[in-house]
């Protein structure tokens, strides 16, 4: 329930913003306004207005002078370009820039030899006038992109931090109201003893405290036609042990290594996965093609693999829990990250 609930926290965050943005630079005012009753007669060619030029086109629609601006962009030779909300300022490979302004159905094209000249020719145009009211969305991104690039890391980062602390939380597993709290010492003696059993994993220690649970999950290699295949599985969960609040903080580690011998050549693969893992279930069946003279052709399974997250951390979970403590999966053991 608390994966769902960050999830849907998850979406909210992201679609939200962007959702509000879309609909505000939109629906909201445009950056220009005509004067009057726009551009006359005389602007249906182009005219020259300081260091440029510009020229006005009457249209049935505003939709048809975005799409009359989008052809026009098109249709010139520019290094490159940017389109605001329909408003498209570009620059020519062979020099100057210039300004696409659909506004009221009329298309207003100004060129100018640097971004200078070409605010101060729009700003001279007479039957055009900067809208009292401008759009917050199409001003921010015209006038201070750079600020809305650097707004938008700093809300990943924060919401990245979000994420990784949110899957702390809901990864979370305490202990039942009431169980008897073991000090950290006895804690790490019942991890222990884990050693002591015949089974594919390991309990170890780390110069800093640590333990580290290590399973080999998987660890096989057959023959086939022309070669061999080898492949393993390890999971790595390290411990930390935090005596103040009785919190075993977790962080995994998945390690897939497949390799591949056979007459055309040696290839390897190596997939790390380090994260909060929600549920995992796999299972694999290799087929074997066999031939025997009484039998005939037969298929049968060569490498068979079966795994369950649960089934693995679960009953260190137990033991934890069990043990009056919390465990909790994190994505690092910076606090400030992983929470």
């Not at 009211?133 to 750079?146: K, S």
């Not at 137990?318 to 929470?339: K, N």
Request: proline letters at 6%; one cysteine or more.
């Amino acid at each position: 329930m608390r994966f769902l609930l960050l999830f849907i926290a998850l979406i909210l965050a992201i679609v939200m913003p962007i959702g509000a943005a879309i609909y505000v630079g939109a629906a909201g005012p445009g950056p220009y306004l005509l004067v009057d009753e726009g551009p006359g007669e005389a602007w249906l060619t182009p005219r020259n207005v300081g260091q440029g030029q510009a020229v006005a086109r009457r249209y049935a629609s505003q939709a048809e002078a975005r799409d009359a601006a989008d052809a026009e962009r098109d249709s010139l030779e520019t290094s490159s370009y940017s389109s605001t909300l329909a408003v498209t300022r570009y620059r020519l490979r062979e020099g100057g820039v210039g300004l696409l302004l659909p506004v009221e159905g009329w298309l207003v094209h100004v060129v100018a030899p640097d971004r200078a000249a070409l605010d101060t020719q729009v700003a001279a145009l007479p039957f055009l006038q900067a809208n009292p009211d401008p759009n917050p969305v199409a001003r921010a991104l015209d006038q201070h992109p750079g600020g809305v690039a650097l707004g938008i890391l700093g809300y990943a980062f924060f919401l990245g931090i979000f994420m990784f602390r949110g899957a702390a939380w809901a990864g979370t597993v305490k202990p039942a109201p009431g169980t008897p709290v073991l000090d950290a010492t006895q804690l790490r003696a019942r991890l222990l003893a884990v050693n002591g059993l015949d089974v594919p994993m390991q309990v170890s220690q780390t110069e800093k405290g640590r333990y580290v649970l290590t399973w080999v999950l998987d660890h096989a290699r057959w023959a086939r036609p022309g070669g061999m295949t080898f492949a393993s599985k390890v999971k790595r969960v390290e411990l930390e042990f935090d005596d103040a609040r009785n919190v075993v903080r977790v962080v995994e580690t998945t390690m897939l290594r497949d390799k591949d011998k056979g007459v055309t050549g040696l290839s390897a693969r190596i997939a790390l996965f380090r994260g909060v893992t929600i549920a995992e279930h796999s299972h694999k069946v290799d087929i074997g093609l066999n031939y025997h003279p009484s039998l005939g052709w037969t298929v049968r399974p060569e490498h068979t693999f079966r795994y369950r997250d649960s089934e693995l951390k679960g009953p260190f979970i137990q033991c934890v829990t069990g043990s009056g403590w919390s465990w909790r999966p994190v994505i690092t053991f910076w606090r400030p990250l992983g929470g």
